[in-house]
């Protein structure tokens, strides 16, 4: 089965960037979508953004384009959320999430997501 390892949170200045990677410790993520994942302070969890195996993006937030940007690289079955010009409301755990099998447009769902990373911390502040 699956284990799925977030890493690249931190603490970020405003206007910052990080890039957070989402890797398969046990298991392959290569035929399953990678999904992104965001829980806020005080805020249910928000979908930020999806990528399939061959690479078709899904952006879940129309806000975030320009700021949010997924990828994945299948050689080293990782992929990756990049985030640039953070803001202080993008602090929150991001997560990662992946899923085999879904019906078309299901990227955003997070109900379709069977595998979930434990998340990483990204804090945006002076």
């Known amino acids: 089965q699956v284990q799925l390892v977030e890493s690249g949170g931190g603490l970020v200045q405003p206007g910052g960037g990080l890039t957070l990677s989402c890797t398969a410790s046990?298991?392959?993520?290569?035929?399953?979508?990678i999904g992104w994942f965001r829980r806020a302070p005080g805020k249910e969890l928000e979908a930020i953004a999806a990528i399939s195996s061959r690479g078709s993006v899904t952006r879940c937030v129309d806000q975030y384009e320009g700021r949010f940007a997924v990828s994945r690289d299948n050689t080293i079955n990782t992929g990756y959320l990049q985030m640039f010009n953070l803001k202080p409301e993008d602090t929150g755990l991001y997560y990662c999430?992946?899923?085999?099998?879904?019906?078309?447009?299901?990227?955003?769902?997070?109900?379709?997501?069977?595998?979930w990373g434990q998340g990483t911390q990204v804090t945006v502040s002076s």
């Open positions: 999430a992946t899923y085999w099998y879904a019906p078309a447009g299901s990227g955003c769902k997070r109900t379709v997501y069977d595998t």
């Open positions: 046990a298991g392959t993520l290569t035929s399953s979508t």
